[in-house]
């Protein structure tokens, strides 16, 4: 069997201040991809990452009285402490202030060059510090304000070298014509206000500023941001190095692609990744996938708006699983979703203890109560809830191989609520009572694979609590996939655990 390749990204997040809970959204759903994609037995790579030049950060490192070097390994550490607390699996933490990332940018940048795709010019526009992005007039509010950050822009006029984006338009224009961008919306709000207006060329080197990567072309430039930035993506699997057998496996056109990033910086990996990927002569990913913001109250996260929220601060009110569990069923990826603390206990009490855990519970208690632990010689193959559960799965899969995780998840609850309600309507009890015993048996057997196959479907999420499961029902959790769910062995049960706790 030909073996399978997943390589999935996150952007790299920028060290310039506290944690946001939008550092956890993006990085928990690539985390559930990557390990859905392990259950499917693919061999992953999970990249994951900071971006550590530019303006922002040099005046940050002065103000704290900081070269920017000790500022990034400062506030770099806090991504690492809640990717731990996060239980987020990474194969690679990427920094740009690498020396392998920055040579590879260097040669990038002259290879480029060489081509033409890059030359030399002056720039003469409206400079965002807090986004670091030249801002058109669509991007520049009536009141002169960036409408991303909600900072006054600054006017600047300086020597500078060019991507050549314009020449991509045609290129570009067919990308977004396809599947390349999801959600639909977002391709088409890229279509129509960056790439049917006329595309610029990108600015991708400044000489007023030091903290950026040198090129060795002109001493003066140094490259920032976006060559920078999203190059990470090709130089942490070893693009432009002495080893680059990484890049070979998981940039290889046997590989799946995915790269996960938020609205606001969906124009850069929609038009200029790709153009950067083109003129270099690579292949482009799969898919690009662009999720909405976490509302509160209906208005967008941010410092200004003082309702920011420290994702570590909530982990340790309601641990990781509740956290992971929120972002992947409350928070679509095609549209803005909303958050509350009332909205995480709802979630919580609602979908895992009463819904889930209750299932499980009294399953469990029933097996133990009425079998001893035990179900042995079971046959419920043709039940209709055998079927159901079937169905769930497929749907499950094919919900998770595109990309749709939060109405994957959803479909997976759905199983619980119908099994929770199938028990209603039996009610195993009165098997019991009539002493129908291998009919109460089949019933329960039927119910358990239910569970089981919930298990494995939230595994990527409750990576905590899913645990407790294999231990309830007395089975290995680590050996199941879906194309086995119906060989388990069930050890004897004696624990009667509740999961979920009701919050």
């Known amino acids: 069997m030909q073996k399978k390749y997943f390589y999935v990204t996150t952007p790299i997040y920028y060290p310039s201040g506290n944690l946001h809970i939008g550092h956890a959204y993006t990085t928990t759903l690539a985390d559930i991809l990557s390990r859905y994609k392990k259950i499917q037995n693919f061999e992953t790579f999970f990249l994951t990452g900071s971006d550590e030049h530019g303006q922002k950060i040099e005046k940050k490192a002065i103000e704290m009285q900081l ?94 070298y060019f991507l050549r984006v314009s020449k991509f338009q045609e290129f570009l224009t067919e990308l977004l014509k396809t599947n390349f961008l999801i959600p639909e919306s977002r391709r088409k709000e890229m279509l129509k206000n960056f790439i049917e207006p006329g595309l610029e060329d990108l600015s991708v080197t400044r000489i007023t500023l030091e903290w950026g990567i040198p090129i060795n072309e002109d ?61 270099l002569d690579l292949r482009l990913p799969d898919k690009l996938l662009s999720h909405g913001w976490i509302l509160f109250k209906n208005a967008k996260m941010s410092k200004s708006l003082g309702n920011v929220i420290n994702p570590l601060d909530l982990i340790e009110k309601f641990e990781s699983d509740t956290l992971r569990f929120y972002i992947a069923h409350e928070l679509p990826t095609n549209r803005d979703g909303n958050y509350s603390e009332d909205l995480i206990i709802e979630s919580y009490n609602t979908h895992l203890a009463n819904n889930f855990g209750n299932l499980a519970s009294r399953v469990s208690n029933m097996i133990i109560k009425y079998f001893d632990g035990e179900l042995i010689d079971t046959n419920f193959d043709n039940s209709e809830i055998f079927k159901f559960a079937n169905e769930t799965i497929d749907k499950f899969q094919t ?105």
């Open 67 to 160: 070269s920017p070097q000790e500022y990034v390994d400062k506030v770099t550490a806090n991504f690492k402490i809640l990717w731990e607390k996060l239980n987020i699996d990474y194969s690679k933490f990427i920094r740009t202030t690498d020396i392998q990332h920055i040579d590879a940018v260097k040669k990038i940048f002259t290879n480029l060059y060489n081509k033409d795709l890059i030359y030399k010019g002056q720039y003469d526009g409206i400079y965002c510090v807090t986004c670091e992005e030249f801002l058109t007039s669509s991007q520049i509010s009536s009141e002169g304000f960036c409408i991303i950050s909600g900072d006054k822009p600054q006017l600047i006029k300086e020597d500078t």
């Open 219 to 279: 001493l003066k430039h140094v490259i920032y941001v976006w060559l920078d930035a999203l190059s990470n993506y090709i130089t942490a699997l070893g693009y432009n190095s002495s080893d680059d057998s990484l890049f070979k496996k998981f940039w290889s056109n046997d590989a799946e692609i995915v790269q996960l990033v938020g609205k606001e910086i969906t124009r850069f990996h929609s038009i200029y990744w790709p153009v950067i990927l083109k003129s």
């Open 399 to 503: 919900l998770m191989n595109n990309y749709d995780i939060s109405e994957a998840v959803h479909t997976a609850l759905l199983l619980g609520q119908h099994c929770n309600k199938i028990i209603e309507e039996i009610k195993p009890w009165n098997l019991f009572d009539k002493k129908k015993y291998d009919e109460l048996k089949n019933f329960l057997a039927a119910i358990r694979y239910c569970i089981t196959a919930m298990t494995l479907m939230l595994k990527p999420i409750l990576v905590n609590k899913i645990k407790l499961f294999a231990q309830q029902f007395g089975y290995e959790q680590e050996k199941i996939d879906f194309s086995n769910l119906n060989t388990i062995k069930f050890e004897k049960i004696t624990d009667k655990l509740i999961i979920f706790k009701r919050i």
